[in-house]
């Protein structure tokens, strides 16, 4: 299937311009033709909102367009453990807010959650050596040493969108239950410390 899609320059800074080309049909189904359904938005209002009653959902909101069954999704390196709780900002299980518009989320074949991320053509070349490098190395070695792995590279031109496991903000959660949880995530942090 060949659609064209018209993705923006690494200088586009306005947010409402990337929220439009994640939004448009003809990506949508760019990404739906290779296995990914994005994430749809509930408020497509790019403008200034400001007006907006504090309810209604905010333009870089985006929810799951997959509904997923099960209350707990649980995490299976690379990917996060997701639930169906909502957040204080949002009254949408699985929910993720973008501010910049610069990277977009879906979900893979499998119903996982996954970020992309273009990297367009005008980008600083060394950005695509690192994804181009992360993607070349073994899993293993990776998981080791506390880095997400680049899931795929799509091309389109002489841009390319970069496909990572989704993981949040909040590296506590979900809350350890056993002692072996509590030290896999406290070597994990000193891991993460050492290498800084």
Same mark, same amino acid.
């Given at each position: 299937m060949d659609i064209e899609i018209d993705p923006f320059a690494s200088h586009e800074t306005q947010p409402?311009?990337?929220?439009?080309?994640?939004?448009?049909?003809?990506?949508?189904k760019w990404f739906q033709a290779r296995g990914?359904?994005?994430?749809s938005r509930p408020n497509k209002n790019y403008g200034s909102n400001s007006e907006s009653p504090v309810s209604e959902p905010r333009p870089f909101l985006t929810v799951p367009s997959i509904p997923v069954d099960e209350p707990i999704v649980p995490a299976i390196y690379p990917y996060a453990c997701h639930d169906g709780c909502t957040s204080?900002?949002?009254?949408f299980p699985r929910s993720v807010e973008e501010r910049k518009g610069?990277?977009?989320?879906?979900?893979?074949?499998?119903?996982?959650?996954?970020?992309?991320?273009?990297?367009?053509?005008?980008?600083?070349?060394?950005?695509?050596?690192i994804y181009q490098f992360l993607y070349g190395q073994d899993i293993q070695v990776l998981q080791e040493n506390c880095v997400l792995p680049v899931l795929e590279i799509l091309h389109f031109n002489e841009h390319c969108f970069v496909v990572m496991p989704r993981w949040?903000?909040? /590296? +506590?959660?979900? $809350?350890? /239950? +056993?002692?072996? $949880?509590?030290?896999d995530f406290i070597r994990g942090c000193l891991k993460v410390e050492s290498m800084q």
């Open positions: 409402e311009r990337r929220f439009q080309f994640w939004d448009d049909e003809r990506t949508v990914y359904t994005l994430y204080g900002s949002s009254n610069s990277v977009c989320f879906a979900q893979d074949r499998e119903s996982r959650h996954v970020a992309i991320k273009l990297v367009s053509a005008d980008a600083r070349p060394d950005e695509r050596k949040g903000g909040m /590296v +506590r959660y979900p $809350e350890p /239950v +056993r002692l072996r $949880e509590v030290i």
